[in-house]
């Protein structure tokens, strides 16, 4: 409980941090079409980040966990994994670099023509982000095989912080551009930070290459993500038609949830299930099977309660967001409105990865990918029919169920299994 508490109190003041940022951009630019082009420029590294990270998760969470009692051995597990997301991430980041010009033109083809050589410029940078910020994710899952939660999350809230004066006093005076190399700079120094602290492991390329066990667990997941985790440029896509500012405004209210969510992930799931690669190794079920469903309780009762706070304030809220953003009532509260409509995500977003975790520990990376995908072709036509007829207010109930589909599927499976009803 101490732990968990913790890590919330350090999770949330790292959201914070970030948050403060976006309000600190928001301010200086406004919300309009540049920030817009800003906002859409980090969509494509994004779901990058999503598809590898997952993926290596799928194959090397399972092991890290395994093996985080002989560290001599996790220590080489994590230099392979390193040295398969330095392939991957570096090979997918010159890809999409290459062919950046005629994504703009199609996925963002509402934007005008000087939005689309804002988002060219801001995507080059956030690509060279993204290969930090996927070589840290390995180093993140290892650090907390290990226990040390603590130590990845105050990395996290140090860069978090140092770029936040960065911002305020760079970006008036150098634009939006610098943003986005205040960022890189973050990420970089957090890569560095978490390699100095397990200790400087190789990064095993070669070895990462010929894993061929590794590289075919990794292969349904890599093509299934590469699938349905394109669903947001279908939303910034319909986003790019919608008068100027909508998609920051879409966007703050998304990061606002997705914090939300994150600060439960860290604080209560994540520490459940970095354990269960041992719990299964072990052969615990019992063990096991108590963690989801105390991670699942949980989850819905923290939930539960920030959804009871955010009617009952709604008032306060949204003069805070004014006073913060400088902005419109109007837009305030558009922006607590979308907060409302995306909620399923709020919930669904945590509790989904304890499943998703636990099938991933099993090895099952098949019953993921089958379910990603049809979640994700069902969320195409249920948000291509509620936006036709409900506008930007049927995009965001398509993705809230959207969510809340997934995490069902994912959980009726994973507690239907053999081992959940064995004993």
């Known amino acids: 409980m101490k732990q968990s508490f913790i890590i919330g109190i350090l999770s949330l003041i790292q959201i914070a941090a970030a948050f403060f940022l976006n309000i600190i951009v928001l301010r200086t630019f406004g919300i309009n079409g540049e920030t817009d082009a800003y906002i859409a420029a980090q969509v494509v590294p994004l779901i990058i980040i ?48 290459v062919i950046s010009k005629y994504l703009i033109l199609f996925f963002f083809s509402g934007f005008d023509e000087i939005q689309k050589q804002m988002v060219f410029h801001f995507m080059g940078i956030f690509l060279i982000s993204m290969n930090f910020f996927i070589m840290s994710s390995q180093l993140t899952n290892a650090l907390r095989t290990i226990d040390k939660f603590f130590e990845v999350e105050l990395i996290n809230v140090i ?18 551009i610098s943003v986005c190399y205040i960022l890189l700079l973050k990420s ?31 292969k349904p997941v890599l093509a299934g993500s590469s699938i349905y985790k394109l669903a947001p440029l279908l939303d910034k896509f319909l986003l790019s038609f919608a008068p100027q500012g909508l998609m920051t405004i879409f966007s703050l209210s998304n990061n606002l949830i997705s914090a939300g969510a994150q600060i439960i992930d860290k604080s209560v799931v994540m520490t459940i299930y970095v ?17 989801v469903l105390t991670g699942l309780t949980k989850t819905t009762i923290i939930s539960v309660f920030c959804i009871i706070m955010l009617i009952l304030f709604k008032n306060i809220i949204i003069d805070i967001l004014i006073i913060l953003l400088e902005s419109s009532y109007s837009k ?32 099952n990376t098949n019953v993921v990918v089958k379910v990603g995908i049809l979640g994700f072709i069902i969320s195409i036509i ?20 959207h969510y809340l589909l997934n995490f069902s599927i994912h959980t009726i499976i994973l507690l239907k299994r053999n081992e959940f009803n064995s004993q």
């Open 159 to 176: 860069g978090s912080l140092l770029a936040i004066p960065l911002v305020y006093f760079f970006s008036e005076k150098f634009g939006l």
């Open 382 to 401: 249920l948000k291509l029919v509620m936006y036709y007829y409900f506008e930007i207010t049927g995009l965001l109930i398509a993705i809230s169920l």
């Open 275 to 291: 354990k269960f690669g041992k719990y299964i190794k072990d052969k615990d079920f019992n063990k096991l099977k108590r963690s």
């Open 332 to 363: 305030c509260v558009q922006i607590w409105n979308f907060i409302v409509l995306l909620i399923g995500v709020f919930y669904a977003s945590p509790a989904a990865n304890i499943a998703v975790n636990a099938q991933y520990a099993f090895g």
């Open 50 to 97: 999503g598809i590898i990270i997952s993926a290596l998760n799928s194959v090397w969470l399972p092991k890290l966990s395994a093996n985080s009692t002989n560290l001599y051995y996790w220590k080489f597990v994590l230099s392979k994994s390193l040295g398969q997301a330095f392939i991957i991430s570096i090979i997918l980041s010159i890809f999409v670099f």
């Open 188 to 218: 970089f120094l957090i890569f560095v930070a978490q390699y100095f602290l397990v200790n400087c492991p190789q990064i095993l390329i070669k070895e990462g290459l010929k894993d061929k066990k590794s590289w075919r667990l990794m």
